[in-house]
């Protein structure tokens, strides 16, 4: 009877294995399929509100026809079939296209990870419905459609600075593509360097400093209780301000990235997370990617001494697991630092609102202000350029208490007798 059984669980694991490999040359063929789709349609493909797949197809005379399938495999099986039995004839390509497409070959080409490739389709959505600009065939926009639309996004949209490039970048690289193509010769920069004063009125977000960084005291008391009440999201924390990372940095950091015998913590990935669907609110899961968020690549940060023993407490959370600040194999998700650090706030009795990047803000600051050299600064934050730092990340993180005794020391400086 013993071996009866032995004999039955091999077979039952034998079995197993087969399904499992089936299962797994399934995925790899739909993941094949659906890359396919997406490199012969520049359109969108997207889950729309009812279940279904959908997307746009060019019906040969300027127009487009909308397409859904239950399914996105069948849908983009549909897409491939149509463009290679030439039953969809790809028109002249709109404007949205063309941006959509623009966007899709940076990611495809490693330029852009895929939560900027998603950040990107979201813009891309909002700034095309400016004057129906994105349903325009791009061979039919001329000099004057550019400059109206940009007057009408600069002047009547109330976008900040930051919305007025990423908009800038949307179309000055739409409209590279066209040209690579051979579908236009505008160039929406040229149209750009002539817009006047007038034509773009830019919202204006001004930001204390104390919003952007916390002060010398707030920062004593957020540490110093943190410190004094040791758990693994506390600690998460902490390591913000150890190494200047991102919250998705030190989520994702494995327990070999903490290298206590060189003294340096490595910064190799991330967490990213996409949009599916048109829903902005319709999220998938974070992925790890295996490249840091910045293009400096991956950062050594080394750990000071008195930081020693904090980074041998932390690798003692998760003993049987990857993650440093995990459970198991999962890593410790960002949101749970988010929800912490408003707790932490509310305990340590610190006068302004907390958040992870205002951390990285501080941890800037702080070493810039103790005369730390550029190149330093760049190799920890992982900064391509000397001035993103020093525009992005420093501010004067004195108290009035600090700035007045400063001015008090100044020769110079006093009333008149």
């Not at 009812?50 to 549909?78: H, M, Q």
């Not at 079939?81 to 941006?99: H, N, S």
């Not at 204390?208 to 998460?236: F, M, T």
């Amino acid at each position: 009877m013993k071996q009866k059984s032995n004999q039955y669980d091999y077979a039952a694991a034998e079995e197993y294995v087969k399904l499992q490999t089936a299962q797994l040359h399934r995925m790899q063929k739909e993941l094949e399929i659906k890359k396919k789709a997406r490199e012969l349609h520049t359109g969108k493909i997207w889950q729309a509100s009812d279940g279904r797949w959908a997307t746009y197809f060019p019906n040969g005379s300027g127009g487009r026809k909308l397409v859904k399938r239950k399914n996105e495999i069948d849908l983009c099986k549909e897409v491939i079939k149509l463009y290679e039995t030439g039953q969809a004839v790809p028109a002249v390509p709109t404007v949205e296209d063309c941006c959509r497409a623009f966007n899709r070959k940076k990611l495809n080409n490693g330029k852009i990870i895929e939560a900027t490739y998603a950040r990107n389709e979201r813009a891309i959505d909002q700034h095309m419905e400016y004057l129906d600009f994105g349903r325009k065939l791009i061979n039919a926009v001329n000099e004057d459609d550019l400059m109206e639309y940009f007057r009408y996004a600069g002047c009547g949209q109330k976008l900040t600075h930051a919305r007025w490039s990423e908009l800038k970048t949307i179309i000055t690289g739409g409209f590279r593509w066209a040209r690579n193509h051979g579908l236009t010769s505008l160039k929406p920069e040229d149209v750009i360097s002539d817009l006047g004063y007038e034509d773009v009125a830019l919202k204006q977000v001004i930001q204390l400093p104390e919003e952007q960084v916390y002060n010398v005291d707030d920062a004593d008391l957020i540490k110093n209780y943190l410190a004094s009440h040791p758990d693994r999201v506390n600690d998460a924390i902490l390591a913000l301000w150890a190494t200047g990372g991102r919250k998705c940095d030190i989520c994702a950091l494995h327990k070999e990235d903490i290298d206590l015998v060189n003294g340096e913590v490595y910064i190799r990935r991330t967490l990213s997370e996409t949009v599916a669907g048109e829903d902005d609110m319709v999220k998938r899961p974070r992925t790890e990617t295996n490249i840091p968020k910045t293009r400096a690549g991956i950062r050594k940060i080394p750990i000071r001494n008195d930081w020693m023993d904090f980074w041998t407490r932390c690798l003692t959370y998760n003993p049987n697991g990857v993650y440093v600040f995990g459970k198991g194999d999962k890593w410790l998700p960002p949101e749970t630092i988010n929800s912490r650090l408003r707790i932490v706030a509310d305990a340590a009795k610190t006068e302004h609102s907390l958040s992870p990047h205002k951390v990285r803000k501080t941890v800037y600051t702080t070493l810039s202000d103790a005369q730390l050299d550029a190149e330093f600064l760049n190799s920890m934050f992982g900064h391509t350029k000397v001035s993103t730092g020093e525009k992005y990340y420093h501010f004067n993180r004195r108290t009035a208490k600090n700035r007045q005794e400063i001015l008090n020391s100044v020769p110079g400086m006093e009333y008149p007798i």
